[in-house]
């Protein structure tokens, strides 16, 4: 069982900056895929970035490519989302999940993963 806690979403003007931070408890953290996904108002859930388990690669979505950067800490369970250049279409509830066993064609489809947070709320004014 591993359980997931984000943080650090907050309000920000366009063009600014956040980062998140999802915690992790639970064994075997370096063996799970970690992923970033986020909802806005009535959108459905929608990829952001992910990082593939046992030092595998990380893969974005293309629309925050070049902007976000997803980082993880084995050690510490830790990942972290860095947000740059933000708009207000970013604007979302954004959800930490923690999967096993993903494949490079699956890693972006929210029912590949098993565990999920509570999400963060990020809005960007214009």
């Known amino acids: 069982q591993v359980q997931l806690v984000e943080s650090g979403g907050g309000l920000v003007q366009s063009g600014g900056s956040l980062r998140l931070s999802c915690v992790a408890s639970?064994?075997?953290?370096?063996?799970?895929?970690l992923a970033w996904f986020r909802q806005g108002p009535g959108k459905d859930r929608e990829f952001v970035a992910a990082?593939?388990?046992?030092?595998?690669?990380?893969y974005y979505a293309d629309s925050v490519k070049g902007r976000f950067t997803m980082s993880r800490d084995n050690a510490k369970s830790t990942v972290h989302l860095q947000m740059n250049s933000l708009k207000p279409e970013d604007t979302a509830l954004y959800y930490c999940?923690?999967?096993?066993?993903?494949?490079?064609?699956?890693?972006?489809?929210?029912?590949?993963?098993?565990?999920w947070g509570q999400g963060t709320q990020v809005t960007v004014s214009s």
């Open positions: 999940a923690a999967g096993q066993r993903l494949i490079v064609t699956t890693i972006g489809r929210p029912g590949s993963y098993d565990y």
């Open positions: 990082s593939k388990g046992n030092g595998g690669s990380t």
């Open positions: 639970g064994p075997a953290f370096r063996t799970y895929s």
